[in-house]
């Protein structure tokens, strides 16, 4: 009750839960979608790839996914490596080889104060 949500003209958000001022806001959200045929996965590997996202920063919560997971035990994570670059993994956490077939990856950022 007394929940709020502001976007501000610069478009940060802000919420605040009604009992004392505005307690998060984000800043600014960026992504990027590309096309990626990442390489096959035996069990227990790990594949990583770089994304170019400017505006990005090392505090920035990252979120990915492939458009090709499917049902496969595969997992998808990432974070902002440098100003502007994005690494994502992918690590096969099944019991069988993956190769994922070329698809989109679309990777978020955004930024909080």
Not at 46 to 57: V, W
Request: hydrophobic content about 45%.
């Amino acid at each position: 009750m007394g929940a709020r949500l502001a976007i501000e003209g610069s478009g940060a958000m802000r919420w605040a839960d009604g009992t004392s001022g505005w307690h998060t806001t984000a800043t600014a959200q960026r992504s990027n979608a590309s096309t990626w045929d990442p390489p096959a996965l035996a069990p227990g590997k790990l594949t990583s790839t770089d994304i170019a996202l400017a505006g990005s920063q090392p505090a920035d919560i990252v979120t990915a996914t492939h458009e090709m997971l499917g049902d496969h035990a595969v997992f998808v994570s990432g974070r902002v490596a440098s100003a502007g670059r994005v690494r994502v993994f992918l690590r096969n956490d099944g019991e069988v080889a993956v190769d994922l077939p070329s698809g989109l990856l679309r990777v978020a950022t955004v930024q909080y104060l």
